[in-house]
């Protein structure tokens, strides 16, 4: 076994126990340092970073310099347990990622969206309840969407109306309060799928037809249908708005309800980070420059702030 196959079994062992899950990483990596065998190379130089980053000639500069980074990530790593290894430079492949601005889902397509959901066919009657109910529960709580599909029985408190996600994106786990039309609405899909599955394969809240947990691709495909059926895309695109654009509205909804109340965002924008599960407050942080109006609402609140400085 190769020092730079033992270096990565190490490196993605140390970072997975922190909670990051490198699924992609870990895959791309391990055929990083097969490459680097084939060229007979003990050790990382620049050189070798570059031509395996770049190797996939029909990529994107985009994928090319995230292959780069994750080298370089590795590499750091590598460099710590012997100094031969060398750290490729961050600005061999400069791209620059640039977050997209949030789809800004209006009121009425949010409604058109969860009216829609009870159109889909369905052998038992349930799944257009399942949708139904998920698609109103992403636009409540802002829960990503995997976080929502895992859901077990026990994980939703129908009583006091608590919802818990566990193990999620960067191994957190935290607590959900919902609304209480929210909680009703859970009662209601609670009922109904006991009734049509009194004897469920899956213990996860969320059913399908045949009693299993419903799967992120059935997700997907269900949410882009809809989204063709409602005008949301038009009949050919095969890009659009995506689910994951709930959850940014459900951030965006509740700033621009601070910012019109007078609340001190800033003071109060850890409790929404918390909430929505972000693993640092600059990720919370982005939604104030996401969109023009809430940019707006900044510069008067900083305008104001900087004229009782002056006084």
Not at 100 to 113: A, C, G, T
Request: with cysteine; aromatic share 10%; proline share 6%.
């Amino acid at each position: 076994m190769s020092s730079l196959h033992t270096a990565l079994e190490e490196y993605l062992a140390v970072r997975r126990a922190l909670g990051y899950k490198l699924r992609l990483a870990g895959r791309l990596l391990q055929r990083f340092v097969e490459f680097a065998k084939r060229e007979r190379a003990d050790y990382i130089t620049t050189e070798l970073a570059l031509k395996w980053a770049t190797q996939p000639a029909h990529a994107t500069p985009v994928q090319w310099a995230n292959r780069l980074g994750m080298v370089r990530r590795f590499a750091r790593y590598c460099h710590g347990i012997d100094p031969h290894n060398v750290v490729p430079p961050p600005d061999l492949l400069p791209y620059q990622y640039r977050r997209v601005s949030p789809n800004l889902y209006s009121d009425e397509q949010v409604l058109d969206l969860i009216k829609a959901a009870p159109q889909l066919p369905s052998a038992i009657g349930l799944r257009p309840h399942t949708f139904a109910t998920l698609f109103g529960l992403y636009v409540a709580t802002g829960l990503r969407a995997n976080e929502a599909l895992h859901l077990l029985r026990d994980d939703v408190d129908l009583e006091s109306g608590v919802l818990t996600v566990r193990q999620s994106k960067f191994g957190k786990s935290r607590y959900v309060p919902v609304h209480a039309s929210t909680q009703r609405a859970l009662k209601r899909y609670a009922r109904r799928r006991d009734r049509l599955v009194p004897s469920p394969s899956s213990p996860c809240f969320f059913l399908s037809d045949r009693g299993t947990r419903v799967t992120y691709d059935v997700l997907r495909w269900t949410f882009v249908k809809l989204s063709h059926q409602i005008g949301l895309r038009a009949p050919g695109d095969s890009h659009g708005p995506r689910l994951h654009g709930l959850r940014h509205r459900l951030a965006i909804q509740t700033l621009l309800k601070w910012y019109r109340r007078g609340v001190d965002v800033e003071r109060h924008l850890p409790q929404l980070s918390t909430y929505l599960g972000h693993a640092h407050i600059t990720d919370t942080q982005w939604y104030l420059t996401a969109t023009p109006q809430l940019l707006r609402y900044a510069l008067k609140r900083m305008e104001r702030s900087e004229r009782r400085a002056r006084s």
